[in-house]
């Protein structure tokens, strides 16, 4: 079983930037492929990026530009940099391992003014 732990998210003003980390242990290290999904309040779950194991990474529309995933397979963890931040990228952030299908606790990320 792989156990997912987010950190990182936080309170920050339209424009600015957040860096989202999420480290795995347990029964194996980062799977091939990893992910970052949100939610917003009253909305559904939606999928922001992934990344698989050689670095390949895709984004949502949305954020395509502002944000970037990494991973370090060294460290078993995958980051989420988040640039220009809006209010609308509100939301919790979770990290998933979409191999294993384990999801981590979430990290809530706030953009107000």
């Known amino acids: 079983q792989v156990q997912l732990v987010e950190s990182g998210g936080g309170f920050v003003q339209p424009g600015g930037s957040l860096t989202l980390s999420c480290s795995a242990s347990g029964s194996s290290s980062l799977s091939h492929l990893m992910g970052w999904y949100r939610r917003a309040p009253l909305k559904e779950r939606e999928w922001v990026a992934t990344?698989?194991?050689?670095?390949?990474?895709h984004y949502r529309d949305s954020v395509e530009g502002r944000f970037t995933i990494s991973r370090d397979n060294f460290k078993d963890t995958v980051y989420l940099q988040m640039n220009s931040l809006k209010l609308e990228d509100t939301a919790v952030y979770y990290c998933?391992?979409?191999?294993?299908?384990?999801w981590g606790q979430g990290t809530q990320v706030t953009v107000s003014s």
């Open positions: 990344i698989s194991r050689v670095g390949a990474a």
């Open positions: 998933a391992d979409l191999f294993t299908d384990s």
